[in-house]
Nanobody, 120 residues
Framework: QVQLVESGGGLVQPGGSLRLSCAASGFTFSRYAMSWYRQAPGKERELVAAITSAGVVTNYADSVKDRFTISRDNAKNTVYLQMNSLKPEDTAVYYC?????????????WGQGTQVTVSS
């Protein structure tokens, strides 16, 4: 079955950096685009960054452009989110997602999330 396991979250001071990882299993990772979302308390889940299956094309939310970088290693079935110049408003639970086509239509698979807290 599809499994997505995030790691790398934690407490960091403003201006600091973190690298999140999402290890995937149970499907052919290299065939699917991947994305990172986040959800802050009391807010809706929002798209942070996405990357195509081969890693050629990436897309970012305006709020994280030039600070975050999404990448993937298809040999390791892992997608990453490098987060630099972190701000308190980046505090959220970060999730990775894989959208896959089934005969019933597209299905979204989510990891359990990893907490990122930016605070002094």
């Amino acid at each position: 079955q599809v499994q997505l396991v995030e790691s790398g979250g934690g407490l960091v001071q403003p201006g600091g950096s973190l690298r999140l990882s999402c290890a995937a299993s149970g499907f052919t990772f290299s065939r699917y685009a991947m994305s990172w979302y986040r959800q802050a308390p009391g807010k809706e889940r929002e798209l942070v960054a996405a990357i195509t299956s081969a890693g050629v094309v990436t897309n970012y939310a305006d709020s994280v452009k030039d600070r975050f970088t999404i990448s993937r290693d298809n040999a390791k079935n892992t997608v990453y989110l490098q987060m630099n110049s972190l701000k308190p408003e980046d505090t959220a639970v970060y999730y990775c997602k894989s959208r896959q086509a089934t005969f019933l239509g597209p299905v979204d698979y989510w990891g359990q999330g990893t907490q990122v807290t930016v605070s002094s």
